[in-house]
């Protein structure tokens, strides 16, 4: 299942086979062009909570390119970094909390960008481990809908960082959470979020 955040809304693309409804979904048949291109409006607003569109196998990968091809595309890195002692370090932004991530530069490889965006928005130096999943987001600004494509990584960090908020990018916060603690904060965060913490084993 391929899934786009909209904030706490969803968009997922299945295979019919592996269609999965809760109370809140609703089922998108595309109109007759068969081009999708109501859906960044439609999912840009309040009533929609959970939105499926189930197509056959053979055209599963071919939707999920038709779909993104709506969106400005973007790609970002960001990671789940844990310390010596197993905290896990979380950040918040806009009064909600976040993992560290950010923007990919030109030229730039998506490993380097989650290394430095997380240097950048705590102060801190972790080193990269494996690719932990990809989430897809998006947002509207300066009349565009844009996709951000999230390559999360594991990271670590031996030593004790000093922990920097980057403020002008309004982050407010930048904490070490105990594991044992991490539901507290996924209670106050976005799905997308959450997304990532379950595929790392955390929730």
Not at 37 to 60: C, F, K, Q, R, W
Not at 68 to 89: Q, R, T
Not at 90 to 105: H, M, N, S, V
Request: net charge negative.
């Amino acid at each position: 299942m391929y899934s786009i955040f909209f904030r706490k809304r969803a968009l997922r693309i299945c295979k019919i086979e592996d269609k999965i409804l809760n109370p809140n979904s609703v089922i998108y048949s595309p109109g007759n062009d068969g081009s999708f291109s109501d859906l960044p409006e439609l999912m840009d607003g309040e009533t929609i909570h959970d939105l499926i569109i189930a197509v056959p196998e053979n055209e599963y990968e071919a939707t999920i390119k038709k779909v993104c091809s709506l969106f400005n595309e973007i790609n970002a890195g960001g990671g789940v970094i844990e310390n010596g002692g197993g905290d896990i370090l979380f950040i918040k932004r806009d009064g909600i909390w976040d993992l560290p991530k950010g923007k990919q530069e030109k030229g730039e490889d998506i490993k380097d960008t989650a290394i430095r965006e997380i240097k950048e928005e705590t102060g801190c130096n972790a080193t990269l481990k494996d690719l932990i999943c990809i989430t897809n987001h998006t947002y509207h600004r300066n009349d565009k809908f844009n996709l951000k494509h999230i390559y999360w990584f594991g990271m670590k960090t031996e030593k004790e960082c000093e922990l920097v908020p980057q403020t002008k990018e309004d982050i407010t916060e930048a904490v070490w959470v105990a594991k044992a603690e991490i539901k507290d904060y996924a209670d106050s965060t976005y799905p997308s979020v959450k997304e990532v913490l379950h595929s790392a084993g955390l929730l």
